[in-house]
């Protein structure tokens, strides 16, 4: 966790924001708030992609098969049921 460098991406991306907003500041103040916004939108994107940790896959999906539980299904002439 120490090496994982994805929470920096929301700091960085909001510090180029701010910077991209001053040179914009006199023209409008409201494009330095979009700036602003736009850094930390960028940067909670970046954050996960960044992120070294794997995610569980086989956590994700029992979540959907916990909801489809006692559903019947037919794909193709194949009855699924769950």
Known sequence: MKDDKSSW???GTTMIGIGVGFIFLETSPLIFVACLMIGV???LVLAP?????PIDKN???SGYASLLSGYEFE???LELIY
Do not use: P, Q, R, W
């Open 9 to 11: 991406a929301i700091g």
């Open 59 to 61: 956590v994700a999906c």
């Open 49 to 53: 992609i960044l992120s070294k940790s």
């Open 75 to 77: 794909v193709d002439g």
């Open 41 to 43: 939108g960028v940067g």
